[in-house]
C-alpha cells in the first residue's frame, strides 16, 4: 500500500520503520519537506517527504501521527480526503487539573471529532494504546500486542487490521467510531502506566485466549 503519514515526531517515524520494513510505501507529510531532519527521517527508513497535501494525495492509507493541537491546522492542510482511509493514532491530551489528562470524553472523543473534521474520510482510530518503541517493533514480546480499533467503516477496518497485522499487532474491532470514548481512555491507562507508575515503555497490552480444550 501506498501510505502517506502527516507527522515526522517519535510515532511517525516509528511506523514509517515497521510499515516499509513490511513492504510498504511510505511518503511523510511535513510542513517543512526540505528540512535537513525530515530529509535523514525518510532516509534512514527509506521513506519520501513530501508537503501533507502531496502526501495525501497519492496515498491509499493516510495516518495522522500528530498532537492533538495540531489536529485542525492539519486536517484543514490535507485537501480532499472523500473515500480515503485515515488512521488517528492521536490521544486528546492537554493539561488537566494541573496534570497530564484527556480533554475529551463522556460524550465525544477524539476520533469522532477527526470525522467530523473530514467528514467524507472513512476514519479509524487505532495505534494510540502503545508507546512509540513499541510501534517501532514489536518483536521480542512474549505474546502479539493486542491493537483495538474503531471505525463506522467495516472495509476500511479490514484495510486497517492487515497493516496492524504487518507491523506486528494483532488488531481487535471495539466497534464504530464512538467507540474512540474507550480507546482514548485505554492509551491514557498506558501513558499513566509507563510514565507514572514506573512501568516504562518497553511492552504493551495483550489480549489472550484460552485454548478451546482448556476451557470449563
Known sequence: MRIAIIGTGAVGTA???GLTRSGHVVVFGSRDPHAARVADLAAACGARVRTPAEAAAEADVVVLAL????????????GDLSGRIVIDCSNPLGMVDGALGLTLGYETSGGETVQRLLPRARVVKTLN???????????????RPVM??????????????GLLRDIGFA??????????RLLEPFGMLWI??????GKGRHWAFAAIDRPEGDRP
Open 129 to 143: 494504546q502503545v508507546g512509540a518503541e513499541i510501534m517501532a517493533d514489536p518483536a521480542g514480546l512474549p505474546v
Open 67 to 78: 498532537p492533538w493541537r495540531a489536529m485542525d491546522e492539519a486536517t484543514a492542510s490535507l
Open 148 to 161: 483495538v480499533m474503531a471505525g463506522n467503516d467495516p472495509a476500511a477496518k479490514e484495510a486497517v487490521a
Open 192 to 197: 499513566n502506566q509507563a510514565l507514572r507508575r
Open 171 to 180: 488488531p481487535l474491532d471495539a466497534g464504530d467510531i464512538t467507540l474512540s
Open 15 to 17: 511506523l514509517a520503520a
